[in-house]
């Protein structure tokens, strides 16, 4: 068996990415046969037993002194995770230094830099909340 296991989101990546190459090879697959696949890649019987093994993984960009890149309010940032804190499978509570300081509002006449953010991230790589106009809060590229 692999040790150096992906997490549900990455797995999920993989199956995706194995079912469109299978495809130009005109072989297709469902995406559950693409998960089965990918859970034996790692040496486990099949896509649950894979899946409840990495409900506790956390993904390799989320470990602490990990650089990451992402958006807060819709800006572009690259930090170094601080902290991580798993609050319940596949989320996240982190603490992101961010390289340049980032303007938290939105207005032309106010500003609030921060150079330091604390954010939950979820399997999807964002934030549940959101902004006024739909945009999550924060965005990991994962």
Do not use: C
Request: hydrophobic fraction near 40%.
């Amino acid at each position: 068996m692999n040790r150096d296991l992906p997490s549900v989101a990455e797995a999920k990546s993989e199956a995706k990415a194995l079912r469109t190459s299978l495809a130009e090879q005109g072989q297709k697959i469902s995406h559950a046969q693409a998960l089965e696949r990918i859970a034996m890649h790692y040496g486990f019987r099949d896509w649950n037993a894979l899946h409840a093994r990495l409900s506790d993984v956390r993904p390799r960009n989320l470990q602490i002194g990990a650089r990451v890149t992402g958006r807060y309010m819709s800006q572009p940032f690259r930090a170094t995770v601080r902290q991580s804190d798993q609050i319940r499978p596949g989320w996240f509570r982190l603490v992101l230094d961010l390289e340049e300081a980032v303007d938290v509002v939105r207005f032309d006449s106010f500003s609030n830099l921060r150079k330091q953010i604390r954010v939950e991230i979820g399997p999807a790589g964002h934030s549940k909340e959101r902004t006024s106009d739909g945009v999550p809060h924060a965005e990991i590229d994962l």
